[in-house]
């Protein structure tokens, strides 16, 4: 899985993605601090199963911190986007096409209305909704000059070589499918207008994969206005965070002046002074009133509120709940929404797919058929010929 940061420049997409990745991507407080684009794993998080079990886990592909899984996802940050970047201008059809694979994207907004969509100090009218507005027109762009691009390419061939085309820009078969439904295309390609094709770059740039909008900077006062009016615009997509208190408090840990507890954060300013224990104070001042940053709540509300994810752990010993080598809950593995047995089977390994008998459930020891619905949290051993 990929999670995609878009955003015009000095946003706080690059924060952002050190914030939620532990990485140092350039940060600095002029556009175009990204240039070649930013790759690295963030976390999203949820209960585990091992106080359930009565447990302790040792996982592999993932971590588990106080009972709760962390489990790794891919995040891509390029360059900032400006206006005509569907046209190239600041190197944005290659920015687009590198941000194309993802499944979701952010698009990362300053709701303090302090930067305008050049990245450059604000006028005091300057309206925030344009950090969003002026990055999904040029998706939209930049995704019906594509689908031109692969219709001349695939003109005249099977409807299905079109849909594997546009595939590689990071939409499903299923979603391609669905707007080329909506938009009434004909099954044949040769009989497609440009006019039908910009109809399907409208539809999937708004329903072909989830876009979620961060609402940055809300530490500042003006944020507060902003956010209103971002939440006002774009109903139901708009996270408010704070990059970089939460890079902040990344480093922070980092250096031992916060720590990582059961009970939430911990802060040690006794024997520190200056402008380091001033910084700490105030985050720990915003953290009584906000309770976060906001940081890991996009990232979770984007896998699995808008992708509609489900964390499955298979086994392979269904009474230790293990794998061969004795690792506990070893895997997390996350699955979409109405999963089964054969696609978790797939998910692990295209040959247990081929030659898979059934499954079992772990915890009931219940046996499976392969079409049976999985939910997030279950425990699976899988059965298979291979």
Request: charged content about 25%; glycine content about 8%; overall charge neutral.
């Amino acid at each position: 899985m990929i999670i995609g940061l878009l955003g015009a420049p000095n946003k706080g997409k690059s924060t952002l993605f050190n914030a939620l990745t532990g990485s140092s991507a350039l940060i600095a407080n002029y556009p175009f601090t990204t240039i070649d684009p930013n790759k690295a794993v963030a976390y999203v998080t949820s209960p585990c199963v091992d106080k359930e079990l009565n447990v302790k886990c040792t996982p592999r592909n993932s971590k588990c911190e106080f009972g709760i899984r962390k489990i790794p996802v891919n995040i891509i940050d390029v360059a900032g986007l400006v206006e005509d970047a569907s046209e190239g201008k600041g190197m944005g059809n290659e920015f687009l096409g590198d941000v194309s694979v993802a499944d979701a994207l952010i698009i990362v907004a300053d709701a303090s209305g302090k930067t305008n969509s050049d990245g450059n100090p604000a006028d005091s009218d300057y309206d925030v909704c344009q950090d969003v507005l002026m990055v999904k027109s040029e998706l939209t762009k930049w995704l019906k000059k594509s689908l031109i691009k692969n219709l001349k390419k695939n003109r005249g061939k099977p409807l299905s070589e079109f849909v594997l085309g546009l595939k590689s820009l990071g939409y499903s078969e299923k979603k391609i499918e669905e707007g080329i439904s909506y938009c009434k295309l004909s099954n044949k390609t040769l009989e497609w207008t440009e006019d039908d094709l910009n109809k399907l770059g409208d539809w999937l740039s708004e329903f072909g994969k989830p876009i979620v909008i961060a609402a940055n900077k809300m530490d500042l006062e003006s944020s507060k206005t902003g956010y209103k009016i971002l939440n006002e615009k774009f109903a139901g997509a708009v996270y408010p965070i704070c990059a970089d208190m939460q890079l902040a408090i990344n480093k922070g840990i980092e250096k031992g002046f916060i720590k990582n507890t059961e009970n939430g954060l911990q802060f040690e300013t006794n024997n520190l002074n200056g402008p380091i224990k001033a910084a700490l104070e105030k985050i720990e001042t915003y953290l009584k009133e906000h309770k976060t940053t906001g940081v890991q709540e996009i990232l979770n509300g984007i896998v699995f509120n808008s992708l509609r994810k489900i964390v499955v752990y298979p086994v392979e010993d269904e009474t230790h709940f293990s794998d061969h080598f004795s690792h506990i809950l070893p895997d997390a593995i996350l699955l979409d929404e109405n999963s089964t047995p054969l696609n978790l089977s797939g998910a692990i390994h295209t040959d247990l797919e081929k030659g898979f008998l059934y499954a079992i459930d772990a915890k009931t020891k219940k046996k499976l058929g392969k079409n049976e619905q999985l939910q997030t949290g279950s425990v699976i051993k899988i059965v298979s010929t291979r």
